[in-house]
């Protein structure tokens, strides 16, 4: 008896051990999240357009490890909001933030939508992970305490030249009613270790080599492509004016645009089209451009390296994202600012455990989904707030081609809608504009009028935001005198 009760307890201690052990393992094994922020890059990389030829062999590389969407929408195509957007999961239209805003004022008391909202890293912080953050990731870095360690980010897009080299910040823009851009292009500093990103990089390089008691969340936000478009000589080497291509441009595009669209668009202070034709600047402008991409892919080969030499490498979830398009010369300027193809549009990929490799998914799904889709590929329980979907039966099954949408916000009651090869706009006063793209990739004619198209006009209206908050007091776009007009009217403040 003695010896059968003796033989039941070692059965019962090896049963424990097992069960303690599976859990040991399932807690070691949690994946760890490397959130990879790049300022103001359009689709021009090689994994999605490979315009002019550009040279991006480390986004390749992040394209084969993983799913590359070709066909990504931000939900404001101006950075604070859009950041303020995917890092909250809630839709500019639903948290009134259309405008810049301090990262420590996206939560407040006086935002019922936001006031208690809980930021994505600091979810993964209450679900048990260390999180870091260096940067660009918010509008500026980041709000007070929400990464367990912070590097910080340096103040501005610098470095920058004793004077600029080409563009005053003014061009032809009122001083008082229009904002001074940092839009300037040309090459310096002399080396890449001068460049903020690149000591970005070192510090994530560093954290790769400790050790952590937990999983990790580990932001890194670039600073490039953000004008001004300066990066070392070696990478505009890359590109001989000679061999450069222009994007698509149409000087009466713009002729059928409703007075809202005018009035958004309406940009004096960056370099019109026109002008950079006749100045010789297009071709320029765009060289800097692809310049500064293949600096941020080289900035990138280094993380992943870094990663991949690390413990690390085989458990990690990397997702990279920009908070918006960004458009050279297409529409009659160069900037983001609008609710275009070329504005709105932006990469989006995801790599790690138990996702498909080298695989390109070409529906239109949002950046929202990024907050949502995370937390499923960590195997975390939803946030109930979320309002965007998670991407993840997408990119292991295929599901939700078909239906799959975007929606962009530029203030108030102005949307865009993307789905099924089209473009729907709709501004505050109700005028619109609509796109078919397998016949008008370039947006170049207004369909909206057109009674062909109303069947799916009256579709994708439907999908139009019902909510539409006003302003959050916090948030604010002096740049433009649209916003600055359209916040007073609708909040009725100055």
């Given at each position: 008896m003695?010896?059968?009760?003796?033989?039941l307890?070692?059965?019962l201690?090896?049963?424990?051990?097992?069960?303690?052990?599976?859990?040991?393992e399932?807690?070691e094994?949690?994946p760890?999240?490397?959130?990879?922020a790049?300022d103001?890059l359009?689709n021009?990389i090689?994994?999605i357009?490979?315009f002019?030829n550009?040279?991006?062999?480390?986004?390749?590389?992040l394209a084969?490890?993983?799913?590359?969407?070709?066909n990504a929408?931000?939900?404001?195509p101006?950075?604070?909001?859009?950041?303020?957007?995917?890092?909250?999961?809630l839709?500019?239209?639903?948290?009134?933030?259309y405008?810049?805003?301090?990262?420590?004022?996206?939560?407040?008391?006086?935002?019922p939508?936001?006031k208690?909202i809980?930021f994505?890293?600091?979810y993964?912080?209450?679900?048990?992970?260390h999180?870091?953050?260096?940067?660009?990731l918010?509008?500026?870095?980041?709000?007070?305490?929400?990464?367990?360690?912070?590097?910080?980010?340096?103040?501005?897009f610098?470095?920058?030249?004793?004077?600029?080299?080409v563009?005053?910040?003014?061009?032809k823009?009122i001083?008082?009613?229009?904002?001074?851009?940092s839009?300037d292009?040309g090459?310096f500093p002399?080396?890449?270790?001068l460049?903020?990103?690149?000591?970005?990089?070192?510090?994530?390089?560093?954290?790769?080599?400790?050790?952590?008691?937990k999983p990790?969340?580990?932001?890194?936000?670039?600073?490039?492509?953000h004008v001004?478009l300066?990066?070392?000589?070696?990478?505009?080497?890359?590109y001989?004016?000679?061999?450069?291509?222009?994007p698509?441009?149409?000087s009466d595009?713009?002729n059928?645009i409703p007075?809202?669209?005018?009035?958004?668009?309406?940009l004096?202070?960056?370099?019109s089209?026109?002008?950079a034709?006749e100045?010789?600047?297009?071709?320029?402008i765009?060289q800097?451009?692809?310049?500064?991409i293949?600096?941020?892919?080289?900035?990138l080969?280094?993380?992943?390296?870094?990663?991949?030499?690390?413990?690390?490498?085989?458990?990690?979830?990397?997702v990279?994202?920009?908070?918006h398009?960004?458009r050279?010369?297409?529409k009659?300027?160069?900037?983001?600012?609008?609710l275009?193809?070329?504005?709105t549009?932006a990469?989006?990929?995801?790599a790690?455990?138990n996702?498909?490799?080298?695989?390109?998914?070409n529906?239109?799904?949002?950046m929202l989904?990024?907050?949502?889709?995370?937390?499923?590929?960590?195997?975390l329980?939803e946030?109930e707030?979320?309002?965007?979907?998670?991407?993840?039966?997408?990119?292991?099954?295929?599901?939700?081609?078909?239906?799959?949408?975007?929606?962009?916000?530029?203030?108030m009651?102005?949307?865009?809608?993307?789905?099924?090869g089209y473009r729907?706009?709709?501004?505050?006063?109700?005028?619109?504009?609509?796109?078919?793209?397998?016949?008008?990739?370039?947006?170049?004619?207004?369909?909206?009028?057109?009674?062909k198209?109303?069947?799916?006009?009256?579709?994708?209206?439907?999908?139009?935001?019902?909510v539409n908050?006003k302003?959050?007091?916090?948030?604010?776009?002096?740049?433009?005198?649209y916003?600055?007009e359209q916040?007073?009217?609708?909040n009725?403040t100055e």
């Open positions: 003695k010896k059968a009760q003796l033989l307890l070692l059965a201690v090896f049963i424990f051990s097992c069960n303690n052990e599976k859990k040991k399932v807690k094994t949690k760890n999240v490397l959130f990879i790049v103001d359009n021009w090689s994994p357009d490979n002019s550009v040279k991006t062999p480390n986004f390749d590389r084969k490890m993983g799913v590359t969407f070709t929408h931000v939900q404001a101006l950075c604070g909001p859009s950041r303020a957007s995917l890092m909250t999961g839709r500019p239209s639903t948290t009134g933030i405008g810049m805003t301090p990262d420590n004022e996206i939560r407040h008391d006086g935002n939508a936001t208690d809980t994505l890293p600091e993964f912080e209450q679900n048990g992970y999180t870091m953050g260096i940067g660009k918010f509008h500026i870095h980041a709000p007070d305490s929400v990464f367990n360690e912070s590097g910080g980010r340096v103040k501005g610098g470095p920058y030249p004793k004077e600029r080299i563009w005053d910040g003014f061009g823009g001083r008082g009613t229009h904002g001074r851009t839009t292009w090459a002399e080396q890449d270790s460049m903020p990103d690149h000591q970005s990089v070192n510090w994530v390089t560093e954290r790769l080599q400790r050790n952590y008691d990790f969340f580990m932001g890194l936000g670039f600073l490039r492509v001004p300066y990066v070392p000589q070696k990478w505009f080497d890359l001989p004016l000679e061999d450069i291509q222009t698509p441009y149409k595009d713009l059928d007075p809202v669209g005018m009035q958004i668009n309406d004096p202070m960056m370099p089209t026109e002008w034709k100045s010789g600047e297009w071709k320029k765009v800097a451009y692809l310049a500064c293949s600096y941020v892919d080289y900035e080969g280094r993380v992943l390296d870094a990663l991949e030499n690390s413990k690390y490498g085989d458990n990690t979830i990397v990279l994202w920009s908070d398009g960004y050279l010369g297409e009659g300027t160069f900037a983001k600012h609008a275009w193809e070329t504005a549009k990469p989006l990929m995801f790690g455990p996702l498909p490799k080298g695989k390109k998914i529906a239109p799904v949002e989904s990024l907050y949502p889709t995370l937390l499923e590929l960590s195997g329980p946030y707030r979320n309002e965007g979907n998670s991407l993840v039966s997408m990119m292991q099954n295929d599901e939700g081609l078909s239906e799959s949408k975007a929606i962009t916000t530029f203030g009651n102005n949307h865009a809608i993307k789905m099924n729907y706009i709709q501004y505050e006063d109700g005028k619109e504009e609509f796109y078919d793209h397998r016949s008008d990739p370039n947006e170049w004619t207004n369909e909206a009028e057109n009674p198209y109303k069947t799916q006009i009256e579709k994708m209206k439907g999908f139009l935001p019902k908050s302003w959050d007091s916090e948030s604010n776009y002096t740049f433009q005198p916003f600055v916040k007073k009217r609708v009725g």
